[in-house]
T-cell receptor, first 113, second 113 residues
Framework: AQSVTQLGSHVSVSEGALVLLRCNYS??????LFWYVQYPNQGLQLLLK??????LVKGINGFEAEFKKSETSFHLTKPSAHMSDAAEYFC???????????FGAGTRLTVKP | ETGVTQSPTHLIKTRGQQVTLRCSSQ?????VSWYQQALGQGPQFIFQ???????GRGNFPPRFSGLQFPNYSSELNVNALELDDSALYLC????????????FGPGTRLLVL
């Protein structure tokens, strides 16, 4: 069964610094991969998705992620952190023909002034 | 905003009671999934409804049940509430067959005392 592992439950960066949130997946077939962001007391908002097209995916708010099959990774990056990026980030995987989306445990991003 | 709405926003119940949560999917979306998000964890898939029928289920007991109506809105029912059912319940809708992205509502926060 597919699953995702997010390395680091908490990540803290300074404003303007690089953001790197790690996600590794396990799947027996090429999956769909997603990054969602959750602000306090809100639902999940889609940041970006990989659907077997380009391996480098650009999303909203300056975020991007690169699908690396050899490393089974889909890490999320942003060149320069902004205070408004502070939130919980979830990586998720879903097979093409499967209705079951599996989420990682989440990474809480803190941005220091 | 995604166009997915949920009601109520907050709910307090006591152990053993029953609860019904409601979700209106985004316009044109024919598939609804329900997730349970316990505090500090990622969302866990409960089940999915497509064209008024259950179309996949996660590892949840039968006291979690659902319905989907002809207008594609959905209900999640939980019987015999337990303390561990306290969580944020998220609904997500999808236009199955046209795209792979689920759009989430803001959630209903359930507290079981």
């Amino acid at each position: 069964a597919q699953s995702v592992t997010q390395l680091g439950s908490h990540v803290s960066v300074s404003e303007g610094a690089l953001v790197l949130l790690r996600c590794n997946y396990s799947s027996s077939v090429p999956p769909y991969l997603f990054w969602y962001v959750q602000y306090p007391n809100q639902g999940l908002q889609l940041l970006l998705k990989y659907t077997s097209a380009a391996t480098l995916v650009k999303g909203i708010n300056g975020f991007e992620a690169e699908f690396k099959k050899s490393e089974t990774s889909f890490h999320l990056t942003k060149p320069s952190a902004h205070m408004s990026d502070a939130a919980e980030y979830f990586c998720a995987v879903r097979k093409n023909n499967n209705n079951d989306m599996r989420f990682g445990a989440g990474t809480r991003l803190t941005v220091k002034p | 905003e995604t166009g997915v709405t949920q009601s109520p926003t907050h709910l307090i119940k006591t152990r053993g009671q029953q609860v019904t949560l409601r979700c209106s999917s985004q316009s044109g979306h024919n598939t609804v999934s329900w997730y349970q998000q316990a505090l500090g964890q990622g969302p866990q898939f409960i089940f999915q409804y497509y064209r008024e029928e259950e179309n996949g289920r996660g590892n949840f007991p039968p006291r979690f049940s659902g319905l989907q109506f002809p207008n594609y809105s959905s209900e999640l029912n939980v019987n015999a509430l337990e303390l561990d059912d306290s969580a944020l319940y998220l609904c997500a809708s999808l236009d199955r067959g046209r795209e792979e992205t689920q759009y989430f509502g803001p959630g209903t926060r359930l507290l079981v005392l």
